[in-house]
C-alpha cells in the first residue's frame, strides 16, 4: 500500500518535501510546504536522527536512479 501524501489544508494540493537550511546556523531541516502558495502551509522538521534518515534515503534513492555509467 502506497504512503498517502497529506494534503495543504487551505487547497487540497499535495504537500511536497524539500530539504532546507537555518539562515544563522545553515543546519539542515526537512520543509513541508504548499506547492501553490508556500503561504497556505509550511511547516519545518528540525530533529537531527530524522533529518538524517531522510538525507540518507535521498542519497540511497539518487544512487540507484543514476545507475552503472553505460560503455560505448
Known amino acids: 500500500m502506497a ?3 497529506p494534503r495543504c489544508p487551505i487547497c487540497a494540493e499535495p504537500l ?3 530539504l532546507a537550511t537555518g539562515r544563522k546556523s545553515g543546519k539542515a531541516f526537512v520543509m513541508v510546504m504548499c506547492p501553490r502558495d508556500g ?3 509550511r511547516g519545518f ?3 537531527r536522527a ?3 534518515r ?3 534515503s535521498l ?3 539518487q544512487h540507484v536512479n543514476d545507475g552503472p555509467a553505460l560503455s560505448r
Open 59 to 61: 542519497e540511497a534513492t
Open 39 to 41: 503561504r497556505h502551509f
Open 50 to 52: 530524522y533529518v538524517k
Open 3 to 5: 504512503a498517502e501524501i
Open 16 to 18: 511536497v518535501v524539500r
Open 54 to 56: 531522510f538525507l540518507d
Open 45 to 47: 522538521i528540525s530533529d
